[in-house]
């Protein structure tokens, strides 16, 4: 089920959706599944980076462990993979580097090839998504940006208008 679908059926339940996220590597892949299991409805498998800026000390401990531990993009692809299998909508959630270094176009193949529903990509911005957009609409996959709080009303509606399935903020 892709991210609309799910956003839809939560609101035809007139609920939320609940969104998990984990590093991937730095747990079992059944910490995943365990997730859906107990309600998780979209699930955010982290692709650890050696420079998480944006993540706090418990992401940034969990991510420098799945590095020391060999965790690759192949390895995260296979946990998408595994997660895709519950039914629950999987994005990627990482830095733009580790993409634009495997490669943009083959990335994406991968991820639909996977069961990724999309992937979130905080540190990219619209202006620069150009590769990733065209990979992701190639693929039918979701594109995801951050707005930030400070953003204005014309950036806000800038990204929305680019994002499928929901903003990140």
Do not use: H
Not at 23 to 49: H, K, S, W
Not at 59 to 81: H, K, M, S, W
Not at 94 to 103: A, D, F, I, K, L
Not at 124 to 135: I, M, R
């Amino acid at each position: 089920m892709k991210l609309a679908e799910t956003f839809a059926a939560a609101r035809g339940e007139g609920r939320a959706v609940l969104v998990g996220y984990l590093p991937a590597g730095a747990q079992p892949d059944a910490a995943f599944t365990a997730m859906v299991e107990a309600g998780v409805d979209v699930v955010e498998v982290g692709l650890p980076y050696s420079d998480p800026v944006i993540d706090g000390p418990v992401i940034q401990q969990a991510v420098d462990r799945a590095l020391a531990a060999g965790t690759t993009p192949r390895d995260v692809l296979r946990t998408v993979e595994t997660v895709a299998r519950t039914g629950a909508p999987v994005l990627v959630m990482t830095y733009w580097n580790p993409v634009e270094q495997y490669g943009v176009d083959r990335f994406a193949a991968d991820l639909a090839a996977a069961g990724g529903a999309g992937m979130i990509t905080p540190d990219l911005t619209p202006e620069e998504a150009g590769p990733w957009l065209a990979a992701a609409e190639k693929q039918r996959l979701d594109p995801v940006f951050l707005v930030a709080p400070s953003s204005t009303d014309e950036r806000v509606a800038r990204i929305a208008g680019l994002c499928r399935g929901f903003v990140y903020a």
